[in-house]
């Protein structure tokens, strides 16, 4: 039987398909928060934020902000 190894974070994937992090930052954005507005949240870099917003564009398969919050509300992850 395989061991769990102690003090490995794991990626918790969400039924979007999204990790939390980049289903917040897709929420963030869907209530009109700028990249700048996500990082001082977030406590992270704005370098970062585009780096989460990027793999959530390509992950959804969108080419925009607007494209990824719309699907966020079709498919019933975003509120």
Request: aromatic share 8%; with cysteine; charged share 25%.
């Amino acid at each position: 039987m395989a061991k769990a190894r102690v003090g490995v974070k794991t990626k918790k994937i969400k039924p979007s398909g999204l990790t939390q992090k980049q289903e917040d930052i897709l929420q963030m954005l869907a209530d009109g928060y700028s990249t700048k507005d996500i990082a001082a949240k977030t406590f992270r870099a704005e370098c970062t934020i585009c780096t989460h917003i990027t793999n959530v564009f390509n992950y959804l398969r969108v080419n925009s902000r607007i494209e990824a919050v719309v699907y966020g509300f079709r498919k019933g992850f975003l509120k």
